[in-house]
């Protein structure tokens, strides 16, 4: 977990809005939060969130929620250094994300993109849908990753499903760009690496 992201505080439309370390207390209203996110994974056949599986988030890697001043909840965000492994043809990033180079439109770039940088890998980012289509996830983002570039990172990864056109729209308005497509037989859907420069 990133400590200098806890308790930190940032303005959205006049709102204040507060980041902490997600706590057992908050499981349930994640797991509700993700869920909902995420709900095109249904429709892929893919199976949802639970608080195992979130749990098990939160102690490998560390979860922020954030919700505004007056305690409403608003979402939450999965984030840990990125450690980008070259192992033959397979650039490991994520303990779950494997690309293969061969399907890479230009591998040594984005290998050396990457590689030997301090980078941040955000996943799992959750909002609940009365605070979608608000720009308060993307004042939410934004915040994290310039405190990230405050602390010395040089970018930032995140990973979404092809299929959420929409999603990857919203990242690139942040000034993410996609670097690289992975198809997940195991899972039936392929998804995208984003990077931003910070």
Known sequence: MHDFLKNKEFIHQGKTFVIKE?????????????????????????????????????????????SQSDKKFCGALCLRDAQ??????????????????????DPDFYYKKIQNRKIVYGYSLAI???????????????????????????????????????????YKKLGFKIIAESSEPRLGVTTVMMMIEL
């Open 22 to 66: 997600a706590q057992d207390t908050d499981l349930d209203q994640i797991v509700e939060s993700l869920n909902q996110t995420y709900s095109i994974w249904k429709h892929l056949g893919i199976q949802g969130f639970n608080r195992d599986k979130v749990k098990s988030y939160m102690n490998e890697d560390g979860m922020l929620v954030w």
């Open 128 to 170: 609940f849908p009365e605070f979608s289509k608000t720009g308060v996830g993307l004042s939410f983002i934004d915040f994290c990753w310039q405190i990230f570039k405050s602390k010395g990172y040089e970018g930032g990864l995140l990973e979404t499903a092809k299929e959420s056109d929409w999603l990857i729209e919203w």
């Open 84 to 105: 980008i492994e070259l192992i033959g043809n397979i650039i490991h990033v994520h303990r779950a994300t494997r690309i293969d180079k061969a399907k890479i439109n």
